[in-house]
């Protein structure tokens, strides 16, 4: 290991010996740097200041069930980097949250919007509050609450949140109402909201989207071709939902999506008439897959990730380390030869290792699931102009995008002596546009 970055890893395990998820993450942008640093020892330097958070919020959030019981949660907001934008990163409500998936989540936006091309910074936010069982009126009272401290730190120009696990549209509206109401202000201070008061088309579908557009690019760089795949999916939010959705336009053949419980397998693809059912499923009803169970062509595995069935496309969605050594094993015994993460982090070190001894084509998540931010970036534009582009003008422009991401990380791999690698090359794209607009603003 370069002295450069074990100088960095040495302070973020110095400073946050208890966060792990953090340490990962910077672990892996800073390993696949050392070229930078080699070359160029100011980068070093750079790096050193952007690991540490700009500023980090931590509040409680008090509620009330219905049954009249009182309630407190911790509420979180890293505002990690504005070296090229306002803050721009979403909120999680999972009870998984702590500082340490915060700030991984935070430090990983940094890059992931500089590799848009969009002028937004890196942040990330949320709650251990767990949306899953809880009453419409539980979850509104939850993110009246919890707006009721974040609004002081946000603002079109300061900090724009967005959604993420657990926060979808209904809790995007609670927190914009309430945060409307403190304010009195109509502005567009976070995205992913409704179409008919300040949303924008294809924002739902963004991420997921994105994810097949980039997966095509990369594909198409390496002579393959995405029409007649068999694809293996993970998770069943907002982001597996259009992500199979946008397979099927493209011929693709999906074969799988799982939640906490379990996974669904359909051995013929899973169809249109499928997929919406489980979108009335997770969306409507809030109900688990394991209520597939049963339906003609769909075997339920309860309890397991579907990274054991033999396939050509793996696409994990749900949420960070779900696919580690052995995953990766049985992925790459079965057949798969390209990998795109729609969530973030979900491949720890060792498997990603793996994926690249393999020559398994592989799209690092900060660069194949930035289609989400980047049309929350088209939103703010859209909220600044007080004017909405057509469905057709933002699919366009997410197109667009996310085949600018995928050259972007190409060219830099390649610079660096690492072609075919693209998490090296989104790391170093991503990274060189921050780290010099901190040279340009003079900050070091």
Known sequence: ???????????????????????????????????????????????????????????RVPWVDDNGMKHINRGFRVQFNS??????????????????????????????????????????????????GKSNNEVMRFCKSFMTELYRHIG??????????????????????????????????????????????????ATGYGLVYFLKNMLLANNKQLTGQRVLISGAGNVAQYCVEKLLMEGAIPLTMSDSQGTIYVEQGIDKELLKEIFELKNVKRGRLSE?????????????????????????????????????????????FAIAEGANMPTNPEAQALYLKNGILYGPAKAANAGGVAVSGLEMSQNSQRFNWTRKQVDKKLKVIMKNIFIAC?????EYGMPGNYMAGANIAGF?????????????
């Not at 190409?410 to 390649?414: N, P, Q, V």
């Not at 921050?434 to 070091?444: E, F, I, P, R, T």
């Open 410 to 414: 190409d060219k830099a791999a390649k």
């Open 1 to 59: 290991m370069a002295q450069y970055t074990k100088k960095i890893l040495k302070i973020v395990k110095q400073r946050d010996p208890d966060q792990n998820e953090f340490y990962q993450a910077v672990e892996e942008v800073v390993k696949t740097l050392e070229p930078v640093f080699e070359k160029n020892p100011y980068y070093a330097k750079v790096m050193e200041r952007i690991i540490e958070p700009e500023r980090l919020l931590q509040f």
């Open 83 to 132: 070296a090229i934008g306002p803050y721009k990163g979403g909120l999680r409500f999972h009870p998984t949250v702590n500082l340490s998936i915060i700030k991984f989540l935070g430090y990983e936006q940094i890059f992931k919007n500089a590799l848009t091309t969009l002028p937004m910074g890196g942040g990330k936010g949320g709650s251990d509050f767990d949306p899953k």
């Open 292 to 336: 597939l169970k049963g339906r003609k062509g769909v075997e339920y595995l309860k309890g397991r990730k579907p990274w054991h069935i033999p396939a050509d496309i793996a696409l994990p969605c749900a949420t960070q380390n779900e696919i580690r050594v052995h995953n990766a094993e049985l992925l790459i015994k079965n057949g798969i």
């Open 156 to 205: 079109p120009n300061r900090d724009v949140p967005a959604g993420d696990i657990g926060v979808g549209g209904r809790e995007i509206g609670y927190m914009y109402g309430m945060y409307k109401k403190i304010t009195a202000q109509f502005e567009g201070v976070l995205t992913g909201k409704g179409r008919n008061w300040g949303g924008s088309l294809i924002r739902p579908e």
């Open 432 to 444: 060189l546009k921050v780290a010099d607009s901190y040279k340009d603003q003079g900050m070091l």
